[in-house]
């Protein structure tokens, strides 16, 4: 098809850190290059045009792909664009510490915004600068303790108390808890006491006969491992010793990845002491990459 019979593309054009767009169109990548060097009085050669949203450059059959009206950069000889990501954090770096006419202006933008990969920066963006990691005390950071009872002071001893709960709640399923355990008639376990008798819970119910008894026996003497641990309540306290904890002296946990990996390739992380909405998300992880992945489905359905 010759130049003079092709449809206009049409664009809207920037130069790098300059947020003034213009409107222009051709027929090819060169044409659309030309008359935005002109308009931005910029030089030709060198010059190269990439989408605003992800840094990717737009070349010569690359450039029929591109939607109509579509956002570019024009770049000059050296220059470089990451996508709109870029302009986030250009915008961060200009504060030392969050401000709230920033985190007003990010939510202003975000409520305008209908592009899904720009709402999930904002969403982020948001998240960031309302985060109040160093905070520990409920006095220090309010917001954080919503929805909690006033019997707790400080972030690391709710965690401490979510990691005890999440982990009597395992024993549980399998009939282990002893707090939860009542003695059924006729049975006792020696040597536990009419309150940590071993009943034929649900969990024991599902293993075969034959190896109940030994299946009660295991988990007594797990249960009874855990009691003495106070449950590994440390493993979600930022403040306990580096082999205690299973996050950072920050409270950054990581995802561990599949059983059958040493990693998680995604790279999952989250730190329930940054803001509420990390703690509230945080009782849906589990660590293990694949009950990760089932949560963020539901959370994504929800």
Known sequence: MSAVLQKLK?????????????????????????????????????????LYEDGTEVTGDYFWSVPDDSELVLLTAGQTWQGYVSDISRFLSVFQEPHAELIQAARQLLSDERAPLRQKLLADLLGTVSENIAAETRAEDAPWFEGLESRFRNKSGYLRYSCESRIRSYLREQGGDPADRRPSAGQAVEGTGARGALGVTSGASLVVTEAREEYLRVVGAMCQKLQAARYNSSYFDRGAKAGRRLCTPEGWFSCQGPFDVDDCASRHSINPYSNRESRVLFSTWNLDHVGLIRREGLLSTM
């Open 10 to 50: 049409r664009f809207k054009l920037r130069a790098l850190h300059n947020q003034k767009k213009f409107g222009v169109a051709g027929r090819n990548c060169e044409e659309v290059l030309r008359k935005g060097c002109l308009h931005l009085q910029l030089p030709v050669p060198g010059s190269t045009l990439c």
